[in-house]
């Protein structure tokens, strides 16, 4: 069961119009953190929704200030965040700490796999 969509009409609704019927739910996730803030400039309400500089980037590129707010966005601007958003969200991860390798068990003294500290005999 899907969610309503955030937003009634304008353009977020126009642009979420265009999308395929599978994209809904993602847009609406995307649409309902940026416009729960309607009066929050988009700098740091991009800051909280992509990684890194993308929100920076994305507004740069769309030749929007940081502090443009959700209501001036047309429904080409939430396309191409909806666009920017969905890649950054599905970007294969590079794995981190975190994350485990195919080969079991991560290094346990610090260093590449294979690779061995400098012996500190005589020292």
Known sequence: MSRPAPMADGPAAD??????????????RLAGAVLASRGAPLGPLLRAQ????????????????????????????????????????????GGGPGTRRAGGRPSAHGHAPGAMAVPRWGQ
């Open 15 to 28: 642009a979420r119009a265009r999308l395929p019927d599978q994209e809904y739910a993602a847009f609406d």
């Open 50 to 93: 992509l990684p890194g500089t993308t929100g920076v980037r994305w507004l740069r590129q769309e030749n929007l200030p940081p502090t443009t707010r959700p209501g001036a966005l047309t429904s080409a601007h939430w396309l191409s965040l909806f666009t920017c958003w969905s890649a950054a969200h599905h970007a294969p991860t």
